[in-house]
Structure formats: structure tokens, C-alpha cells
């Protein structure tokens, strides 16, 4: 003899079956961003370090560029929080 689920103990279980497969699929969407957002991201480190290597021939290896106020200044002046330091780009 086979029994059955009442109406609503079956549509909340196929209700939670939806919501539980579109979860899955919100969790494909991120990841498939998060790849897409990871590649831009390269390529800006890529960018950066192209104007990094065309900088340093411009004004030294060590010179220290604020971005506030395009400053170049030598190493040895002292640096704010605005200068950017190509090493952390990387």
C-alpha cells in the first residue's frame, strides 16, 4: 500500500528543491564573475607594470609618484600615504 505526501508537504519540498537548485546556480554565476572580475584585474597589474617600466626610464627606478598631485619626487624626500609604491601593485 503506498502512501502520499499531502499537497503542501509536497510543495514545500518541491519549493525548497527550486530554491536549494537556484542556489546552486546564483553560486555558478558568482564564480564565472569572479573569474571575469580576477582577468580585469590582471590585466590592470599588466597595465601598471608597463607604466611602471616607461616611468622608471623617465625618472629613476626608485622615484616616488603622487597620484594626488602627479609629484615625482627623488627617493630620498619623504613620502605620504598618496605616493604610490609600485611594489604593492604587483
Known sequence: MSKNLSKEQLELLQGLQKDFNQSKIDIADCEIKKISVIKALEEVQRKFAEQEQILMK?????????????????????????????????
Request: aromatic fraction near 6%; charge should be negative; hydrophobic fraction near 30%.
Open 58 to 90: 623617465e625618472f629613476g627606478e626608485n622615484a616616488v609618484i603622487n597620484l594626488e598631485t602627479g609629484e615625482v619626487k627623488d627617493p630620498e624626500s619623504e613620502t605620504t600615504d598618496d605616493a604610490i609604491d609600485f611594489e604593492e601593485v604587483k
